[in-house]
């Protein structure tokens, strides 16, 4: 059985992230103080919910939270990166995710999973950039991952 819940922050000048950081329903926070966050292709973010049996009765926990922080410089999810804050499959809501630089610039090419089950609430999504993001693009990126 998998724990549930937790808390993972690093921080460092510039950071690079390219493997697996899961903290089921739990929170994953980077941040690079003073300059580039890189989340490479071989990333997976997993703040994921979970469906958790005790005895004959399943219980299902929302998805957790993901910040991704550049404080001076830019922000840059790879193609073929992973960020799952999914709710269970079965049940629970969506947790959320928050892409800040408000200094630079934000590159989202990667996969953000915000799916909750039918009647459960969706992802939810924040986006903090000095520079112009493409709307329709990231219209198109959300909509793909569940988030509402």
Do not use: C, H, W
């Not at 089921?24 to 990333?43: K, N, P, Q, T, Y």
């Not at 947790?95 to 459960?120: K, N, W």
């Amino acid at each position: 059985m998998s724990p549930v819940g937790g808390t993972v922050n690093l921080v460092g000048g510039t950071v690079s992230v390219d493997t697996t950081i899961r903290a089921l329903s739990g929170r994953v926070g980077i941040e690079a103080a003073s300059g580039d966050l890189d989340i490479g292709s071989g990333a997976k973010l997993d703040v994921s919910g979970v469906a958790k049996t005790f005895y004959d009765a399943t219980e299902y926990t929302s998805g957790g939270a993901l910040s991704l922080r550049a404080d001076r410089g830019d922000l840059n999810v790879a193609s073929g990166a992973s960020l799952d804050f999914s709710g269970a499959a079965s049940g629970g809501n969506a947790g959320s995710v928050a892409f800040i630089a408000p200094e630079g610039a934000v590159s989202l090419a990667g996969t953000l999973d915000g799916r909750a089950a039918t009647g459960y609430t969706g992802g939810s999504f924040t986006l903090d950039s000095k520079a112009a993001a493409d709307l329709d693009a990231l219209a198109a990126l959300l909509a793909t991952g569940g988030n509402q």
